[in-house]
Nanobody, 124 residues
Framework: QVQLVESGGGLVQAGDSLRLSCVAS????????MGWFRQAPGKEREFVAA????????AYAASVKGRFTVSRDNAKNTMYLQMNSLKPEDAAVYYC?????????????????WGQGTQVTVSS
C-alpha cells in the first residue's frame, strides 16, 4: 500500500505560479511511477504530468507543456508540480497518483493509488 497526500493548492490570479507537493508513504514509494491528474467540475479526470520512478523520464499533457514542470525527490518521497503562467482553464482539483511500474502511465485507470486532491482556483 502507498498513501499519497497532496498540498499546495490555493487561489491565484491568471499568470501566477503555484507549486503542488505530493508526499508518499508506505511500501517503497520510490519504486513507483507517479503522476498528476486534474478534474474540473463536470469534466473527466485528465492527465497533467508524470514522472518515472527512477527520475529519468517525464511526460506532460499538451495543454501544460512548457508551463508546468514535474519533479520528484525520492529521498523525501515527494513529487512536485511547478505550475507557471496559470490560466483560468487550469482551475481544478489536482490529484496525485502512483503505480509500481517502470513506464509512465498517462491514464487514470493505469494508476493504483490516489491522493485526496488539492484545489487550484485561478481567477481571470
Amino acid at each position: 500500500q502507498v498513501q499519497l497526500v497532496e498540498s499546495g493548492g490555493g487561489l491565484v490570479q491568471a499568470g501566477d505560479s503555484l507549486r503542488l507537493s505530493c508526499v508518499a508513504s508506505g511500501r517503497t514509494p520510490s519504486r513507483y511511477a507517479m503522476g498528476w491528474f486534474r478534474q474540473a467540475p463536470g469534466k473527466e479526470r485528465e492527465f497533467v504530468a508524470a514522472h518515472s520512478w527512477n527520475g529519468n523520464s517525464t511526460a506532460y499533457a499538451a495543454s501544460v507543456k512548457g508551463r508546468f514542470t514535474v519533479s520528484r525527490d525520492n529521498a523525501k518521497n515527494t513529487m512536485y508540480l511547478q505550475m507557471n503562467s496559470l490560466k483560468p482553464e487550469d482551475a481544478a482539483v489536482y490529484y496525485c497518483a502512483a503505480r509500481r511500474v517502470t513506464v509512465i502511465p498517462t491514464t487514470p485507470n493505469e494508476y493504483d493509488y490516489w491522493g485526496q486532491g488539492t484545489q487550484v482556483t485561478v481567477s481571470s
